[in-house]
C-alpha cells in the first residue's frame, strides 16, 4: 500500500538545515536510541511538525524510517499533508480490527514509511498501553532504522507517558515565549518516571533576526535550538 503526500512544503534552507543538525545529534546519542516519543507540554506547539519533518530528514539521509502518529485524540497529518486515499490506522490495528501490515502504508518520500491514527476511539490511553502496542514496537524495531512517534501534549493527557515506556528516548517540542515552565517541568518529570530517556527539547517558533545565518543564535523559524542535555533548558530559564 502506498500514499502520496500531495501537500508536503519543501523546508526552506536553514530550516532544513536545523532538522539535520537535530538528527545529527540523535545520531550522537547512541545506536541503541531508535525509536523515539515527541511531545510537547500544550496543544500548538509544534510537535506533529517536527515529527514529521524529523522523520523526513532521517529518510533523505538513508535510513529506513516509520513514523507512527499516535496522536489519536487530534491527528493532523492526513489534512496537512494531503493523503489522497482513505486509510487504516493505529486505532484499527491496536482494537484488533486489521492486522499490523494492513496499516502500513509506503509513501512518495523514499525510506519513509507510516502508520495513521486510523479511527476516533473512546479509550486511547487504553489502546496505546495494550500487548499489541508493544508488538508493533518490537516488530518496527526489526524492520526499521528509526522509528519516530508523534504524541499528544503530555501536559494534557497521559497518552505520551504511556507511549514513552516502548521508547529509547524522548523529545520534547517547547514553543518559544510560550511555555510554562511548571508544566514543562511537570512533562520532564511524567517522562521520567515513564523509565523513558529524556534526549533533549527542541525550541519551536523562534523569530528570526537579521543577523545572518545564525541570526539570534537560533537555526530556523521552524526549529531553534536541539538541547542535548535537558537540563539546559531550565538553566536558559532561569538565568
Not at 120 to 140: D, K
Amino acid at each position: 500500500m502506498k500514499v502520496n503526500f500531495e501537500k508536503r512544503k519543501e523546508l526552506d534552507f536553514k530550516t532544513n538545515e536545523a532538522y539535520k543538525t537535530l538528527r545529527t545529534n540523535i545520531s550522537f546519542s547512541g545506536d541503541d536510541v531508535r525509536v523515539i516519543a515527541i511531545t510537547s507540554s500544550v496543544p500548538n506547539e509544534g510537535k506533529s511538525a517536527v515529527s514529521f519533518n524529523l522523520a523526513y530528514s532521517l529518510a533523505e539521509d538513508g535510513k529506513r524510517v516509520l513514523y507512527i502518529d499516535a496522536d489519536i485524540r487530534k491527528s493532523v497529518t492526513i489534512a496537512r499533508y494531503g493523503v489522497d486515499i482513505e486509510t487504516k490506522g493505529l486505532t484499527h490495528y491496536l482494537s484488533g480490527q486489521s492486522d499490523l501490515s494492513n496499516i502500513i502504508y509506503e509513501t512518495n518520500i523514499e525510506n519513509f514509511s507510516i502508520i495513521f491514527t486510523g479511527q476516533t476511539a473512546p479509550n486511547p490511553s487504553e489502546l496505546l498501553g495494550n500487548a499489541r502496542f508493544r508488538t508493533l514496537i518490537q516488530t518496527a524495531r526489526e524492520e526499521y532504522e528509526y522509528v519516530i512517534i508523534d504524541c499528544p501534549p503530555l501536559g494534557s493527557v497521559i497518552d505520551a507517558a504511556i507511549v514513552a515506556k516502548e521508547c529509547d528516548g524522548a523529545i520534547i517540542v517547547i514553543e518559544t515565549d510560550n511555555a510554562s515552565y511548571k508544566i514543562v517541568q511537570r512533562v520532564k518529570k511524567q517522562l521520567e518516571q515513564s523509565g523513558c530517556r529524556i534526549l533533549g527539547a527542541v525550541l519551536n517558533k523562534v523569530e528570526m533576526g537579521g543577523k545572518g545565518y545564525y541570526g539570534k543564535g537560533y537555526y530556523g523559524n521552524y526549529y531553534g535550538r536541539y538541547y542535548g542535555d535537558y537540563g539546559s533548558y531550565g538553566e536558559s530559564r532561569g538565568g
